[in-house]
């Protein structure tokens, strides 16, 4: 099996990140006006809080971007946002041949949208594809919806850009991780959920040009559709701290690899890497444990289940099923794979529990009670 997991930003990479972030925050935020949390309210000439307008406007400068939005509804909230910014109901939207995201399927029920499929690793049927149908916009995953996708981002937002096609980019699980996301490759949207860099629940953001970002702020004029000043601050406050976090876990990744796949377990076939979505380590074994190993592992202090995947309250690790886009696509990955999201621990922790979660379940040892 092979996948093409997207390249991690190198710790150094993540400083610099994380310092570019902060030097903008300075030039936003004069003397103590950072150690706030910010107002409420529709403050006159912006028709929201005064902060959360500063804030985007880090964001934006951030992403070398035209404007950014804050909005509610978390990721799929900023891709509704964005996709009724570039579509009316009924239009034709372009996606990579593949198991839709769930929640960007509701989505695209709710707005009647024509869906209108290509192989986004195949440069030539996306081009099919616009000449046949003339999409009014497309929808491109940063990270992968099927084990073997390869596509390159920019590659796809460039050939998108020729053909005169908009392009909203969901970028969640990649923002802060990679050097680039997709406003910053030529999209004209970028989306992501804040509660997934460390952030506020509930709070989503849309990166890009100027007359789309416009569009939806008409579309949410009203006070009740705004994010509060002191929303804006933690969103702000999450994303400084994301880049590095985001690196130290991206090591923690390779050593399992390399340590798993020298044979330190040997119920297990093999380990690798994968976007699924977040990049995770993924696990194979020799037989079809994976459901006891599951089980096991939460009794020795594994998360069973993500909360925002990656949020600021998950520390243990992550041991859970593949995905549901990977399940679609290859049902049998159900019996013998897992994925490990480290979170916040290190490699030694997640070979433990693991080597003792494959040994109980290769016996058949009954599971010990939970603790309470």
């Known amino acids: 099996m092979r996948t093409f997991p997207l390249i991690s930003m190198s710790m150094e990479q993540a400083q610099q990140a994380q310092f570019r972030l902060v030097d903008t925050i300075c030039r936003h935020f004069p003397g103590a006006e950072f150690l706030?949390?910010?107002d409420l309210g529709l403050a006159p000439g912006h028709n929201q809080p005064r902060m959360?307008?500063?804030?985007?406007?880090?964001?934006?400068?951030?992403f070398s971007a035209e404007a950014a939005a804050l909005v509610s509804g978390a990721g799929t909230g900023a891709i509704r946002c964005g996709l009724a910014a570039l579509l009316k109901c009924g239009d034709s939207l372009l996606i990579h041949d593949a198991p839709i995201y769930p929640t960007s399927k509701v989505i695209v029920e709710h707005m009647g949208l024509r869906l209108i499929r290509a192989d986004f690793n195949q440069p030539e049927?996306?081009?099919?594809?616009?000449?046949?149908?003339?999409?009014?916009?497309?929808?491109?995953?940063?990270?992968?919806?099927?084990?073997?996708?390869?596509?390159?981002?920019?590659?796809?937002?460039?050939?998108?850009?020729?053909?005169?096609?908009?392009?909203?980019?969901?970028?969640n699980y990649a923002v802060m991780k990679v050097a680039k996301i997709g406003c910053e490759q030529g999209a004209t949207l970028s989306t992501f959920s804040s509660f997934k860099l460390f952030g506020p629940e509930g709070v989503g953001v849309v990166v890009g040009k100027q007359q789309a970002i416009t569009a939806?702020?008409?579309?949410?004029?009203?006070?009740?559709?705004?994010?509060?000043?002191?929303?804006?601050?933690?969103v702000l406050r999450g994303l400084t701290f994301a880049p590095v976090m985001h690196a130290v876990q991206a090591r923690v990744n390779e050593e399992l690899v390399r340590r798993l796949n020298q044979g330190e377990i040997p119920l297990i076939k093999q380990a690798l890497l994968a976007n699924a979505q977040s990049k995770v380590l993924l696990v194979e074994f020799h037989q079809p444990i994976a459901a006891a190993v599951l089980e096991y592992a939460q009794t020795l202090g594994a998360l069973p289940y993500p909360v925002g995947a990656e949020s600021k309250y998950e520390i243990p690790p992550?041991?859970?099923r593949v995905s549901g886009t990977f399940?679609?696509?290859?049902?049998s990955l159900e019996q013998r794979m897992i994925r490990i999201n480290p979170n916040r621990s290190g490699a030694d922790t997640i070979i433990r529990i693991l080597r003792e979660s494959c040994l109980a379940a290769n016996a058949g040892d009954e599971l010990p009670e939970l603790a309470i």
């Open 36 to 38: 706030t949390q910010g």
């Open 52 to 62: 959360t307008r500063q804030v985007e406007a880090v964001i934006a400068q951030f």
């Open 125 to 171: 049927q996306i081009a099919q594809a616009v000449s046949e149908h003339r999409p009014a916009a497309a929808l491109v995953q940063h990270t992968r919806q099927k084990i073997e996708d390869s596509y390159d981002l920019g590659a796809v937002v460039h050939q998108l850009n020729q053909l005169a096609i908009p392009s909203l980019v969901d970028d």
């Open 216 to 234: 939806i702020r008409h579309n949410m004029y009203s006070g009740g559709s705004q994010i509060q000043g002191f929303q804006a601050m933690e």
């Open 318 to 320: 992550l041991f859970y």
């Open 327 to 331: 399940r679609q696509a290859d049902p």
